[in-house]
């Protein structure tokens, strides 16, 4: 018989923790099929996030550490300088990247480190309960902007793809979601160009991925797709924003 | 043994410079020394100092608040340093930068150095602070004239090598100034 | 490049990096900040020369996370800074000794609190030696109190970070950065540990993971009474303390780091007086010698405690002589530095 579906080297047999429509579970399994397609798993050390996706040492099966909450990209930093043969990216969420941690992604992303971010935007603090992000939607009802987000008083969404991709390092710079099999595709391909651009040494990679929670959202997984699709992604543009290869070309 | 000295004037003087060599020289006559610059801010006004201690036992404190020995290369460092010299000590003043009418302490010894004048004379102005450095040693004996001369290449960097022949000189102009007639019996070390 | 047994004349921070560099020291990160911004320059002229790496990070955040990146890896790797960049680091320096992770921090402890100023001052201990950030744990903290021990005792800090797999602090005033005195260097040593929990890959073993979470209340329990047991262990091994003259002493000056100093010197005259004072310099302030002190009580009449600050490791000494003798302190703030006089006027009050 034919194997049409299997699990990626490079997870671990185990079942995911993960709300009902969370999109953690598929980023995880399209990092974890990038690094069996690349071959990098015996050299991969990743770095987890404070957050959601903390546990992602507990379904991937290669090298990672914690970090501090928004530190990812100056630990990742400091694995990838003082063992550049490491394969090593941060898994970090909006708290995380746009928030607590802006001045260490920036920072990283201007040095044009060698190393792959994958941030996934879920419009919202998941572990927390429901707090505003600095990516929550003008509008959006979070547990701390019980009246809706106003940009008078809370700013307006982060758009940090378009906030990277205007610094002159970083190499590739993408915005995708997976809220269709169509859209999972390209997630699919953004998250491998990422890291092949790492394995040959050519610096900085990040990749945005628009994603659902639904919990938090108070949307069943349903509509909390159909929000990605209405909501998220007329606010976040899905593009490659940057891509110094096809810059050439 | 125990000595300190302070050593006061613009940057660009070469106070840290005169400081940093008598250290060195200290250092190879096998004796305790510290050397402790001002830093920080401090330095960003255009003021340099330092202060040395030369010790045959362990050195307490780098700092020092009443010095035995003072060096000052203009007039703002005669009008801070003066009063702050221990009673008894020595304060040598760049005469050229700073009028021994500004000088008030009777309860010092004194020696007025023309030191930009002797150091342009042979070649450079850069070199004044080698000449009071000169003064000093031959004035209180800290470490031999000839070890400080041998310590210049150790201090001196690449960029102002062509002013090492210049440097030597100096010190000796400086330690002939005082033998010439402003040798001083006690110099307050002990 | 500077022979084994050379005199050379160096200042307190350029002779740590140069110690660090031959202690095998591969990583360093930092941000400039007053009295020891030439630790870095340092680092960032010599340390590439040896294949290390040297980065001015964005803040002092970054580079304490820097430094645990490259620990991760198994690189003897350090930092440094001064009073407020320390305060910036503790985040990392909990998760460095949560997650086990050998480091290397150096402060130079300069006048506070706040911005205060960039005079010497050793009023960092309580953050130092009560752990800093949060949670239960402790630093290993080394204090020197000359160029010379500065250099000795970088390279035993690398040595225990390694050995303890724990954050180590060596916390001098600011006094010893900018302090040159001469200094011989040791040998360079090449890295001889076998770090297998370090990250560089799961190849030929199972993945691992270096982490600090444990949500489960009895799991988190038994990772900080395994880190207990490890901070026992240093307090049984690793206390490193300087006496004098405690022969008959009717006064014990109990000092670190620059009054140390300031207080050897005017202790070795007040004994040329013919008077009995004897003197503790505790090396390590954690581990602190409690059990030196304790015993020291019994022979004394009275402890005189002499600091940089108004009085933090005087609640150490407190503990250890338990009410037996009276304890007094005498400290000064805001970066002065104390003259040997001053001490010796203090000294002699109390006999």
């Keep these: ?249 | 043994m125990y000595t300190d000295l302070m050593v006061s004037g613009f940057g660009g003087q070469g106070v840290l410079i005169a400081g940093r060599l008598l250290s060195y020289a200290a250092m190879r006559e096998n004796k305790h020394v510290t050397f402790f610059p001002a830093y920080g801010p401090v330095m960003r006004g255009g003021e340099a100092y330092c202060t040395v201690v030369i010790s045959t036992r362990l050195i307490g404190s780098p700092v020092v608040r009443n010095p035995l020995t003072v060096i000052v290369m203009n007039l703002p460092s005669l009008l801070s340093l003066e009063p702050r010299v221990k009673p008894g000590g020595l304060l040598i003043v760049n005469a050229d930068l700073a009028d021994r009418s500004h000088s008030r302490r009777e309860d010092i010894k004194k020696i007025f150095v023309p030191a930009n004048t002797i150091a342009e004379g042979i070649g450079s102005g850069r070199v004044a602070s080698m000449v009071t450095l000169g003064a000093y040693i031959e004035a209180t004996g800290a470490v031999t004239l000839q070890n400080a001369i041998s310590c210049l290449d150790k201090i001196i960097t690449e960029k102002h090598r062509e002013f090492l022949h210049l440097d030597e000189e100096a010190l000796n102009k400086g330690a002939e100034f005082v033998r010439a007639g402003h040798r001083l019996q006690d110099t307050g070390i002990r | 490049m500077i022979a084994v047994g050379e005199k050379v004349l160096m200042r307190g921070c350029e002779a740590m990096a140069e110690a660090a560099i031959r202690a095998g020291c591969r990583f360093y990160a930092g941000y400039p900040i007053t009295p020891q911004s030439e630790l870095a320059e340092y680092m960032a002229r010599e340390l590439p020369k040896y294949g290390g790496v040297f980065i001015q990070s964005e803040s002092e955040i970054a580079a304490i996370n820097m430094v645990l990146g490259a620990s991760v890896t198994g690189t003897r790797a350090m930092t440094s800074s001064s009073s407020p960049g320390i305060s910036l680091k503790q985040e990392g320096i909990s998760y460095l000794a949560a997650c086990e992770l050998p480091a290397v921090i150096a402060n130079f402890s300069r006048g506070g609190p706040g911005l205060g100023n960039i005079a010497p001052s050793d009023a960092d201990y309580f953050q130092a030696t009560k752990g800093g950030g949060h949670g239960d744990y402790r630093n290993i903290v080394l204090a020197p109190y000359s160029v010379q021990e500065t250099v000795e005792l970088t390279h035993l800090a690398f040595d225990l970070a390694d050995r303890y797999r724990n954050p180590v602090l060596i916390l001098c005033s600011g006094l010893i950065a900018q302090m040159m005195e001469p200094v011989e260097f040791m040998p360079f040593r090449e890295e001889k540990e076998e770090k297998p929990w370090a990250l560089r890959g799961a190849r030929g073993r199972p993945s691992m993971v270096i982490k600090s979470l444990y949500l489960q209340d009895v799991e988190l329990e038994g990772h900080d009474l395994k880190l207990q047991e490890k901070y026992k262990e240093i307090r049984e091994k690793e206390v490193r303390v300087e006496a004098q003259h405690l022969e008959g002493a009717k006064l014990v000056v109990v000092a670190f780091g620059t009054a140390a100093r300031v207080a050897a010197s005017a202790v070795e005259e007040v004994r040329e007086e013919g008077l009995p004072v004897g003197l503790i310099r505790p090396i390590t302030l954690f581990p602190f010698p409690t059990d030196f002190i304790r015993k020291a009580a019994e022979g004394t009449d009275r402890f005189l405690v002499l600091e940089l600050s108004g009085g933090q490791m005087v609640e150490d000494v407190e503990l250890a002589v338990r009410g037996r003798v009276p304890v007094e302190f005498y400290g000064r703030m805001g970066g002065v530095v104390p003259s040997p006089e001053e001490y010796l006027t203090e000294i002699k009050k109390r006999l």
């Design chain 1, 1 to 249: 018989m034919k194997l049409v579906f299997d699990r990626p080297r490079s997870m671990k047999d185990k079942p995911m923790h993960f709300c009902p429509g969370c999109s953690h579970g598929i980023v995880h399994r399209l990092v974890a099929e990038a690094i069996d397609a690349l071959g990098l798993r015996e050299r991969t050390v990743a770095v987890a996030p404070v957050g959601c996706a903390v546990f992602m040492y507990e379904y991937m099966d290669f090298d990672v550490t914690e970090a501090p909450h928004g530190r990812s990209p100056a630990v990742a930093t400091g694995i990838k300088r003082s063992r550049p043969d490491l394969f090593v990216f941060t898994y970090q969420g909006d708290g995380d990247i746009g928030a607590i941690g802006l001045a260490e992604i920036i920072s990283a992303a201007n040095r044009g480190e060698n190393f792959s971010v994958v941030f996934v935007n879920n419009t919202v603090y998941g572990m927390t309960g429901g707090q505003m992000a600095p990516t929550t939607l003008l509008g959006q009802r979070t547990t701390t902007t019980p009246r809706g987000r106003e940009a008078k008083t809370e700013g307006h969404p982060l758009k940090m793809a378009e906030l990277i991709s205007g610094l002159e390092a970083p190499y590739y710079v993408a915005r995708v979601a997976v809220d269709s099999p169509a859209h999972i595709a390209r997630a699919r391909k953004a998250i491998l160009r990422a890291f092949q651009i790492q394995v040959e040494e050519k610096g900085f990679s990040f990749v945005e991925v628009l994603g659902a929670c639904p919990l938090n959202w108070g949307l069943s997984p349903a509509e909390a797709i159909k929000r990605v699709q209405e909501e998220l992604i007329p606010c976040y543009p899905l593009e490659i924003f940057k891509d110094k290869e096809q810059a050439v070309m």
